[in-house]
């Protein structure tokens, strides 16, 4: 049946589909936290396009049906294999995850750093209403996390 004949070996869509995932984890994990954590119309408009923009590099000339499952099968296989990874080694789980990064300790914000991870004042003001806080003096710590939030946890009222 012709919607099901491969136009390349099937261990091509394979090495594609895995050349593809690593090229696009690694530069996803590179475009910072704040880029995947806070998803934004122009987020979405570009998950559109990436998925686009390597539909080709993946399928290549092939628009079997096949293709399209062997694909999709190597993909979420391939991201099965990096979660185990990732529960398994701290230092991938790191690269792949990343870590936690102290933004404000005591009331002063660590400027260099919010810069480095593309935090405005405008995110920590944000996050300070949503835990009720005005003032950044107010914070024992804050915290940006993996998932591209913002933890802030406040002083002692002693303090």
């Known amino acids: ?48 396009l990436l998925g686009n923009a390597v539909q080709n590099a993946l399928l290549g000339q092939d628009t079997s049906v096949g293709g399209g499952l062997l694909l999709a099968g190597t993909l979420i296989s391939l991201n099965y294999v990096v979660g185990q990874l990732a529960a398994r080694f701290p230092a991938f789980h790191a690269f792949v995850e990343g870590k936690p990064v102290k933004l404000i300790e005591d009331g002063t914000v660590d400027v260099p750093r919010l810069r480095k991870e593309a935090v405005s004042r405008a995110d920590i003001d944000e996050a300070l209403r949503r835990s009720g806080l005005e003032h950044r003096d107010q914070v024992h710590l804050a915290w940006l996390e993996n998932d591209g939030s913002i933890t802030i946890i406040p002083r002692d009222k002693k303090d």
Do not use: C, E
Not at 14 to 43: C, H, N
């Open 1 to 48: 049946m012709p919607v099901f004949n491969l136009a390349m070996p099937w261990w091509h869509f394979v090495l594609r589909a895995v050349i593809v995932y690593v090229v696009l984890l690694v530069m996803v994990r590179l475009s910072g936290k704040r880029s995947v954590g806070q998803f934004t119309p122009f987020d979405m408009i570009l998950l559109i």
